[in-house]
């Protein structure tokens, strides 16, 4: 079968760094991708991994790890407005994109 | 670009009644993805429509349908409603590298 894995809420301080891992049960998938989403908002894409290795955006940056069926999402410098439900998401050979259920990362200040 | 448009936006339905939903991907994008999202399920696939085929189906009753039209709009059609429908239902357009899905704001619908 196809599965995400990824914890269901993450509580952080403002300032800090937090990191959301994924992992996967599937096979034949081009990349993995993050996306955030707000209380009533659409989810919004953050970051796409087709290689092993990090990929760094800004504050936010993305791993993966093929072999380790595994990745991770780094964000760093945390303030208030990243408080928000993030997912992991796989794009499968044949074109579909299958969603994690989503950590919910609570902040501090 | 306008971005992908889902309307209507809010929807009160009754059991047994049927549904459709309509969203209008970004203008080139040819690849549209439903999914169904209530709390702590995540995102459900249902399908996935491009150039006007269905490529992809999730694991959802029959009673879930879709399709999408030359201009790659796409509807989804719910039948015989039961109160376990509730939810956002969501709908993302891809262009032909498909690494980024670019949702709409979702349809939520409610039903009593």
């Known amino acids: 079968g196809q599965s995400l894995e990824q914890p269901s809420e993450v509580t952080a301080v403002e300032g800090a760094i937090v990191q959301i891992n994924c992992t996967y049960q599937?096979?034949?998938?081009?990349?993995l991708s993050w996306y955030q989403q707000h209380d009533g908002g659409a989810p919004t894409f953050l970051s796409y991994?087709?290689?092993?290795g990090l990929e760094e955006t800004g504050r936010f940056s993305s791993f993966l790890s093929r072999s380790d069926s595994y990745g991770y999402l780094l964000l760093q410098e945390l303030q208030m407005k990243d408080s928000a439900s993030y997912f992991c998401a796989v794009r499968h050979r044949d074109d579909k994109i299958i969603f994690g259920k989503g950590t919910r990362l609570h902040i501090l200040p | 670009k306008a971005g992908v448009t889902q309307t209507p936006r809010y929807l009160i339905k009754t059991r047994g009644q049927q549904v459709t939903l309509s969203c209008s991907p970004i203008?080139?994008?040819?690849?549209v993805s439903w999914y169904q999202q209530t709390p702590g399920q995540g995102l459900q696939f249902l399908f996935e429509y491009f150039s006007e085929t269905q490529r992809n189906k999730g694991n959802f009753p029959g009673r879930f349908s879709g399709r999408q039209f030359s201009n790659s709009r796409s509807e989804m059609n719910v039948s015989t409603l039961e109160l376990g429908d509730s939810a956002l239902y969501l709908c993302?357009?891809?262009?032909?590298?498909?690494?980024?899905?670019?949702f709409g704001q979702g349809t939520r619908l409610t039903v009593v």
């Open positions: 203008s080139g994008h040819r690849s």
């Open positions: 993302a357009s891809s262009g032909t590298e498909n690494t980024e899905a670019f």
């Open positions: 991994n087709a290689l092993d």
């Open positions: 599937t096979s034949g998938f081009y990349g």
